[in-house]
């Protein structure tokens, strides 16, 4: 098999205050999987999150990006491959105007003049909002935020696109383009969310993650159809869809 | 025009006007007439300019008070008494005031925030500051949208801000806006290190300016160098 863009072995974690959040968690993603991290509020999923590009560091067990680990030597360019949304795209989007804030991640790593330039209009093409670029952040619908936020982080072509929550607070047509869009893109995906008729049109496979521990791993429609799997760890599916 | 050459015109010209001595009231007049000048060339209308120039007010109310509060040799103005010295270092105080607001409007409505940030960054002031500056031009819109999402959560509760009796809640809110925007801080700060900060905005457009375009920009300034000095010596 190839190697996994992203290799979680092992890792555990306990926050400064003494909670622990992990407890060994182990999760591969191979190169153009579509795979959701679900789990209940609380679960730590954020927290894994932010180990996978080396924000936290785990206090036992370790994380790979494409061979490459996650160690302070190697931080920008673990940066680079592993690329974030965040759930609150104002929390994403801090410059002045859009193209400002696609081209931060690309300038941080070195690009500048017509190649920066290309980067921006290629990112902002791939999430179809390339007439937004001087637009000011605060000035666009949460959705077109949305978008840009994750143009942000194509732009630093990244090997695998984390999203925490694409789609909260997205209005269904908003939803559905982002589906589109997300689909469309030749990157590996691991999206992190509640949203379970969202990770079935999504995401062949899913991973659940509870109380700090990965409790299953499979085809999405098989772990959504466990029924017993799902009531244990506070996973429901919306009144009226079933598989 | 360049933002940099711009701000430095800015703050040299402001720097000499201030300056020219108070007594030298007719070069203050012509120093006046050169911001007036200045902010007429932006070309823009003025009914955008004119409301703009409303920060000035709270200075004229205190050049107005100042001759009736001031000590010294009194002189009579139509039905009043007023003190000389208060009343000199009122026309002074307006002229001056008045000039630097006028340019520093021009300024303001011909750069845009993302620009002045630029400048000041181009300008080597400390990337701290510069980097607080552009967070300020970004956020105030998302913290003055909470306050108002939270002013209206409030008052749908039935509250009403009209006695003193109205503090502690007033007081508790402000106080909640300020930890939401503190953990918000920290969120924009982990996206930033997520895509590969590391304590420098890049640089993405540098700044240039050519020779006549610093020239234009520090025409005022040489003009108020030039009465400042004349003024001292003559």
């Known amino acids: 098999m190839s190697v996994p863009v992203l290799d979680v072995r092992g890792v555990a974690y306990a926050y400064p205050g003494g909670h622990q959040a992990l407890f060994g968690v182990d999760l591969h993603v191979h190169p153009g999987e579509r795979v959701a991290l679900l789990g209940p509020n609380g679960a730590g999923k954020t927290t894994l999150v932010l180990h996978l590009n080396g924000i936290l560091t785990p206090g036992a067990g370790s994380v790979t990006v494409s061979g490459l680990p996650v160690t302070g030597d190697n931080l920008l360019e673990v940066r680079r ?22 081209a931060f991640g690309p300038a941080n790593l070195g690009l500048r003049g017509a190649e920066l330039d290309a980067r921006v209009v290629e990112a902002l093409s791939a999430v179809g909002v390339a007439d937004l670029a001087d637009r000011a952040p605060h000035h666009l619908s949460f959705g077109q935020r949305r978008r ?9 072509r990244p090997e695998i696109l984390v999203l925490d929550e694409p789609s909260s607070n997205l209005d269904p047509a908003s939803r559905r383009e982002l589906a589109a869009i997300l689909r469309s893109l030749d990157v590996t995906v691991l999206m992190v969310t509640h949203d379970l008729p969202y990770a079935v049109e999504l995401c062949e496979r899913s991973v659940v993650l509870s109380e700090g521990t990965v409790v299953a791993d499979g085809a999405t429609r098989e772990v959504l159809g466990d029924a017993t799997l799902m009531a244990r760890h506070r996973l429901e599916l919306p009144v009226g869809f079933s598989i | ?57 709270p200075f004229v109310v205190f050049a107005l008070l100042l001759p009736f509060v001031a000590v010294g040799p009194q002189v009579a103005l139509g039905p009043f008494t007023v003190s000389q010295n208060g009343l000199e270092a009122a026309v002074a105080l307006l002229l001056k005031g008045t000039t630097g607001v006028v340019v520093a409007v021009a300024f303001a409505v011909t750069t845009a925030p993302r620009d002045l940030v630029r400048a000041l960054q181009h300008l080597r002031v400390p990337d701290t500051l510069v980097t607080i500056a552009g967070f300020m031009v970004r956020y105030v819109d998302v913290v003055g949208d909470q306050m108002r999402r939270m002013r209206v959560a409030r008052d749908s509760r039935g509250f009403s801000s009209r006695s003193v009796r109205a503090w502690p809640p007033l007081a508790a809110s402000t106080g909640a806006l300020f930890i939401r925007s503190f953990e918000r801080g920290e969120r924009v700060h982990l996206a930033m290190v997520s895509r590969g900060w590391s304590g420098r905005m890049p640089v993405t457009e540098p700044l240039s300016a050519t020779s006549s375009q610093w020239a234009l920009a520090l025409a005022p300034a040489a003009v108020a160098a030039v009465v400042s000095v004349g003024v001292r010596l003559g």
């Not at chain 1, 840009?148 to 630093?156: D, G, N, R």
């Not at chain 2, 001595?21 to 012509?30: E, F, N, T, W």
């Open chain 1, 81 to 102: 491959r592993v690329g974030i949304v965040f759930q609150d795209p104002d929390d994403q989007l801090f410059m002045p105007t859009v193209r400002d804030d696609v």
């Open chain 1, 148 to 156: 840009v936020a994750i143009a942000t982080v194509l732009a630093m």
């Open chain 2, 1 to 57: 025009m360049p933002p940099h050459a711009k701000l430095v015109g800015l703050v040299a010209f402001v720097l000499f006007v201030v300056s020219v001595p108070p007594a030298a009231r007719l070069a203050l007049v012509g120093l006046l007439l050169v911001a007036v000048a200045v902010l007429l060339s932006t070309r823009v209308p003025l009914r955008h300019l004119l409301p703009r120039l409303a920060v000035e007010l």
